[in-house]
């Protein structure tokens, strides 16, 4: 089984529906990320978390929000879907005790907003 | 603004050894890294540089020189499976990883 799971892997929805995605980790990790992936761009980030009690924004975070429920959760909410959110989504996590910096990536959510 | 830049696509021959490099201009600098993105698949981690010089890992090494603001990967001994994106993200000063677009890599026989 993969360390970080996100669900749905792909999913098709209609302008302004709300849409959540999840993720969930057992590598234990305090930190996890949203990241959206488009062609020709680079990953960019969405919102991420520390912990529990702290979540951020990243560069990208209007018409998103999110939730971390526990350490080992975070979700990310459409909360009215329109096209160009449609794009390959990431879950990350990352280590704050060794704090290398390196990212462990779900396997991806891909939605299209039609 | 915040800016890396990678090659698009590249294409080298199996068994020969290929340089994806990247050149960078970030808000402050904490590390470098590469990551390998098979298609439709994760990004998986490759390596990391904070100080300048050559690291060696197996097939692949990674290079950083913080002056220059410039970085390369270097694939040794190409296999079919490295077909992929490589992608390259920089650390800035506020320990956020700014990405590139990432260079796709096509192995031809």
Known sequence: DADVTQTPRNRITKTGKRIMLECSQTKGHDRMYWYRQDPGLGLRLIYYSFDVKDINKGEISDGYSVSRQAQAKFSLSLESAIPNQTALYFCATSDLVRDTGELFFGEGSRLTVL | ?109
């Open chain 2, 1 to 109: 603004g915040q800016n890396i830049d990678q090659p698009t696509e590249m294409t080298a021959t199996e068994g020969a050894i290929v340089q994806i490099n990247c050149t960078y201009q970030t808000s402050g600098f904490n590390g470098l890294f590469w990551y390998q993105q098979h298609a439709g698949e994760a990004p998986t981690f490759l390596s990391y540089n904070v100080l300048d010089g050559l690291e060696e890992k197996g097939r692949f090494s990674s290079f950083l020189s913080r002056s220059k603001g410039y970085s390369y990967l270097l694939l040794k001994e190409l296999q079919m499976k490295d077909s992929a994106s490589y992608l390259c993200a920089v650390q800035d000063s506020n320990y956020q990883l700014i990405w590139g677009a990432g260079t796709k890599l096509i192995i031809k026989p």
